[in-house]
T-cell receptor, first 112, second 111 residues
Framework: EPEVTQTPSHQVTQMGQEVILRCVPI?????FYWYRQILGQKVEFLVS????????KSEIFDDQFSVERPDGSNFTLKIRSTKLEDSAMYFC??????????FGSGTRLTVV | DAKTTQPPSMDCAEGRAANLPCNHS???????VYWYRQIHSQGPQYIIH???NNETNEMASLIITEDRKSSTLILPHATLRDTAVYYC????????????FGQGTELSVKP
């Protein structure tokens, strides 16, 4: 069964450093998403991406965040200057239409 | 905020059917009902979705009331591996396809 692949599985970074979280969505999917989940809290929507541009973003997705699909297969989330409160699980997801999403297994980001 | 209401927790005996209810009284005509589950801190896993007809797949059945204001996810023969948090989510064109997660129902399947 097709999978969404995320790397790395765990990233530790110092506050103020830039991080890039990587995702390989399912190849024939057209819609791409990033979500995050702070430990013990709800899964939260960050951003959706379609046709090489952001289609919607949440209040969490401020100027420190950016997304890119650099080569037609990878989908990345960049955090320019990490804060302690950015520590969370970050999930990438993709979908083809109104069928259900497929989520990746996540990247655990720890900011120290 | 999530447009759905679910009980915070439920127990089910292994081998029995698990029936997870969800209220979505403000659902719009073009919005789907989706069910996902999350085991520990893994990525949410899609289970099933429907618009107004009942649906069944290899994982579960989804029963949607005629007025579409509530639904029930049925796991016909629950196993210990079905222990997870189950999320009922309403989404569609109005949400641009994004999913708004609530707290879900924590299902514990017991031997």
């Amino acid at each position: 069964e097709p999978e969404v692949t995320q790397t790395p599985s765990h990233q530790v970074t110092q506050m103020g450093q830039e991080v890039i979280l990587r995702c390989v969505p399912i190849s024939n999917h057209l819609y791409f998403y990033w979500y995050r989940q702070i430990l013990g809290q709800k899964v939260e929507f960050l951003v959706s991406f379609y046709n090489n541009e952001i289609s919607e973003k949440s209040e969490i997705f401020d100027d420190q965040f950016s997304v890119e699909r650099p080569d037609g297969s990878n989908f990345t989330l960049k955090i320019r200057s990490t804060k302690l409160e950015d520590s969370a699980m970050y999930f990438c997801a993709s979908s083809s239409d109104w069928d259900g999403y497929t989520f990746g297994s996540g990247t655990r980001l720890t900011v120290v | 905020d999530a447009k759905t209401t679910q009980p915070p927790s439920m127990d089910c005996a292994e081998g029995r059917a698990a029936n997870l209810p969800c209220n979505h009284s403000t659902i719009s005509g073009n919005e789907y009902v989706y069910w996902y589950r999350q085991i520990h801190s893994q990525g949410p896993q899609y289970i099933i979705h429907g618009l107004k007809n009942n649906e069944t797949n290899e994982m579960a059945s989804l029963i949607i009331t005629e007025d579409r204001k509530s639904s029930t996810l049925i796991l016909p023969h629950a196993t210990l591996r079905d222990t997870a948090v189950y999320y009922c989510i309403v989404s569609g064109y109005n949400q641009g396809g994004k999913l708004i997660f609530g707290q879900g129902t924590e299902l514990s399947v017991k031997p």
